[in-house]
T-cell receptor, first 114, second 114 residues
Framework: SQQGEEDPQALSIQEGENATMNCSYKTSINNLQWYRQNSGRGLVHLILIRSNEREKHSGRLRVTLDTSKKSSSLLITASRAADTASYFCATGSDRGSTLGRLYFGRGTQLTVWP | NAGVTQTPKFQVLKTGQSMTLQCAQDMNHNSMYWYRQDPGMGLRLIYYSASEGTTDKGEVPNGYNVSRLNKREFSLRLESAAPSQTSVYFC?????????????FGPGTRLTVT
């Protein structure tokens, strides 16, 4: 499958703690994206990291990409109750039959307790 | 800017009925997508349109048809609804093909087929 697979499936932490989610994939990619989905809502794009990048930051978010291990991680620092949501990784390729597509994983459900 | 809008928000159909889900974007994006989201399955691509005048099948196209009416609008039609099509449907758009660009999602249509 070309889907990314997130780990863990569910994560429960206290406010102020850091949350780390991982994503593994199987095929060659040219970028990897992370999205957030609040309950009952559409997905919102968080960050895109290209295959030639190793780390990217956006506010309290830090994403790493290791193409040799075909894996990525999303770190949310100093978590807040408002970060409670599902987080999805999506892999993109502009080659061959996968042209134009993003492949989404099944998501990590993050719960942040006040 | 409304972003990506979808109608209706909720729909209940009987097996065999037909319906069209409407999607429109006001961001002048070239590419548009239809996904379905089922519990524990993540998002699966049904059809996409890389640019006005083109459409392509995704992972799960059976039972669906699409029309890229113009640059703004991309509709999804269920000709003869089946209970297996009970799902949440999301429309998304992006400036270019999804492998390279972030996607913007609508709020979703929750469809139940009885």
């Amino acid at each position: 499958s070309q889907q990314g697979e997130e780990d863990p499936q569910a994560l429960s932490i206290q406010e102020g703690e850091n949350a780390t989610m991982n994503c593994s994939y199987k095929t060659s990619i040219n970028n990897l994206q992370w999205y957030r989905q609040n309950s009952g809502r559409g997905l919102v794009h968080l960050i895109l990291i290209r295959s030639n990048e190793r780390e990217k930051h956006s506010g309290r978010l830090r994403v790493t990409l290791d193409t040799s291990k075909k894996s990525s991680s999303l770190l949310i620092t100093a978590s807040r109750a408002a970060d409670t949501a599902s987080y999805f990784c999506a892999t993109g390729s502009d080659r061959g039959s996968t042209l134009g597509r993003l492949y989404f994983g099944r998501g990590t459900q993050l719960t942040v307790w006040p | 800017n409304a972003g990506v809008t979808q109608t209706p928000k909720f729909q209940v159909l009987k097996t065999g009925q037909s319906m069209t889900l409407q999607c429109a974007q006001d961001m002048n994006h070239n590419s548009m997508y239809w996904y379905r989201q089922d519990p524990g399955m993540g998002l699966r691509l049904i059809y996409y349109s890389a640019s006005e005048g083109t459409t392509d099948k995704g992972e799960v196209p059976n039972g669906y048809n699409v029309s890229r009416l113009n640059k703004r609008e991309f509709s999804l039609r269920l000709e003869s609804a089946a209970p297996s099509q009970t799902s949440v449907y999301f429309c998304a758009s992006s400036y270019g093909t999804g492998g390279t660009y972030e996607q913007y999602f609508g709020p979703g249509t929750r469809l139940t087929v009885t």
